[in-house]
């Protein structure tokens, strides 16, 4: 069993800034892939942000030099820093993992979700 937990979603005013966490725990062996997507109401779920092991990244067109991640591999934790927030970025975060656990069974786990509001 892998858990993941989330923190730093917020309310901001455009043009500011936050800082999301994401820490995996349990039984993992290895982290192949780890990201963030979102899903604003009335739109399906998107893909941000991921990030492999070894620290390539795909981002998405509408976050691309708004947006970083970074990855903490001796902890299992990935990063986002949202610079140049807007009001479309409005959505509810999710953190997702994918890997191999202790006794090497592939996993694909979702964080619960953090609410990011941007004010306009």
């Known amino acids: 069993q892998v858990q993941l937990v989330e923190s730093g979603g917020g309310l901001v005013q455009a043009g500011g800034s936050l800082r999301l966490s994401c820490a995996a725990s349990?039984?993992?062996?290895?982290?192949?892939?780890m990201g963030w997507y979102r899903q604003a109401p009335g739109k399906q779920r998107e893909l941000v942000v991921v990030i492999t092991g070894g620290g390539l990244t795909n981002y998405a067109d509408s976050v691309k030099g708004r947006f970083t991640i970074s990855r903490d591999n001796t902890e299992n934790t990935v990063y986002l820093q949202m610079n140049s927030l807007k009001p479309e970025d409005t959505a509810v975060y999710y953190c997702?993992?994918?890997?191999?656990?202790?006794?090497?069974?592939?996993?694909?786990?979702w964080g619960q979700g953090t609410q990011v509001t941007v004010s306009s």
């Open positions: 349990g039984s993992i062996f290895r982290i192949n892939l």
């Open positions: 997702n993992a994918q890997g191999l656990t202790g006794t090497r069974s592939h996993f694909n786990y």
